[in-house]
Every structure is written in C-alpha cells, then in structure tokens.
C-alpha cells in the first residue's frame, strides 16, 4: 500500500521528463508514442513509462440557443464509434467542428453553425474549455453559446465533401434536459453544454 506522504503540486517544467516521442501512424489522425518519467506524489521518480496518445487536433463545440423561443437548436448525424456501447448511433449533438490551421476558435463556431445547422448568430459567447478524455488524446474541446433565431432552423445540411448528413431539430430548453436526464442524448459535450443552459440561461433570456 502507497503512503499518503502529501507534497507540493507537481509541474510540467520540474516534474516530468519527456524521454522521446514518435509517430506511430499518421493517416486523417495520429497516433504518437510518448516515453517519460515524473515525479511520484510519495517521493522520488517512476521508471519509464510507455503511452500512446491519440491525437485529432482541437474542436469547437457551440450551443445554438434561442432565448425569445426558449429553444435549443440541436443537430442529428451518424457516429460510427457508437456502435461499441449502443444501437442509437444518430446521436442527437450540439454543432461542432475541428479547428483548422489558422483559425481561431469564434471563427470555426461561426463557420459551422451555418454549415451544420443553417444559422448565424447575432452573438457568441465563450463558455469554457475541457479536455475530452485525458487519459488517451490531447483534443481539447472549446464551448461557446449562440444566440440564434430559431424559427429559421430546419432541414439537411453538412458538407458533401465530408460526407456529412446532417438533420436539424428544434426543442425547447426543458426537451432537451428531459433528453439529457433519460439518457437518449448521451454524448459529453451536449451533455455538459445544455446542463450549463439550465444554470444560466435566465441570463440570455433578462438580456431581451
């Protein structure tokens, strides 16, 4: 059994040791080998340790919210990893997209709400930003909320070129809560975004 020897926090610069680091396979994603060594919260230095890391670059994830309506505008698509966990794979999602080289993130929350969902925003709001899943890749998720109208919300969209088949759907705030507590939208970043709807949309509805 560990000691519970407590110590002060650990960083990067002084902490930890990148012994090297290679591409393992490069194709539309990465995946890169990392070897390294840090300090250990009991004292001293682990040996060497060996992680693959899966590496697809950063997102932006935006949710199109409509506070005359009280409605989210969520969008509909297919999720071939899904099949690993669930029958449902069309996943009910928040709009989202990869950041491309030289693009800031308000310009990529921008470019694909109108090319998933149809829309542009009267204003966009920085929420927050997280790592999606630490433990196996270094994307980071950047969250923003649209102020969007709508009524002006439906039909296909998605790039032809991407192969993208996209379906929009309109739902109240309260909808996509119900949707969130029975499971039927369980893919993280809606999740975490329309639980942040509901502690601060009373904000977006008092700017009318």
């Not at 300090?39 to 994830?61: C, D, M, N, P, Y």
């Not at 698509?77 to 308000?106: D, F, H």
């Not at 009524?151 to 309109?170: F, N, P, R």
């Amino acid at each position: 059994m560990k000691n519970n020897k407590m110590t002060a926090s650990f960083n990067a610069d002084d902490d930890f040791e990148l012994l090297s680091k290679r591409v393992l396979y490069k194709g539309f994603f990465r995946l890169d080998e990392y070897k390294f060594k840090h300090r250990l919260f009991a004292g001293g230095w682990s040996g060497e340790i060996t992680r693959e890391v899966f590496e697809r670059g950063h997102a932006v994830v935006i949710l199109p919210y409509d506070p005359v309506l009280d409605q989210v505008v969520l969008i509909e698509q297919l999720r071939v990893p899904a099949l690993a966990t669930t029958k449902s794979i069309w996943l009910l999602e928040l709009v989202a997209g990869m950041i491309e080289p030289g693009e800031s993130p308000e310009q990529v929350a921008s470019r694909e709400l109108f090319e998933e969902a149809g829309l542009t925003a009267s204003h966009i709001d920085y929420i927050n930003s997280y790592l999606v899943s630490p433990g196996g890749t270094s994307e980071r998720f950047y969250l923003y909320i649209g102020r969007v109208d709508a009524s002006q919300a439906k039909g296909l969209h998605g790039l032809d070129s991407e192969d993208e088949d996209i379906k929009v759907h309109v739902v109240s705030r309260v909808q996509a809560y119900e949707w969130v507590q029975s499971g039927r939208i369980d893919n993280a970043s809606t999740v975490l975004g329309i639980q942040w709807l509901m502690l601060n949309y009373q904000q977006y509805q008092s700017a009318n």
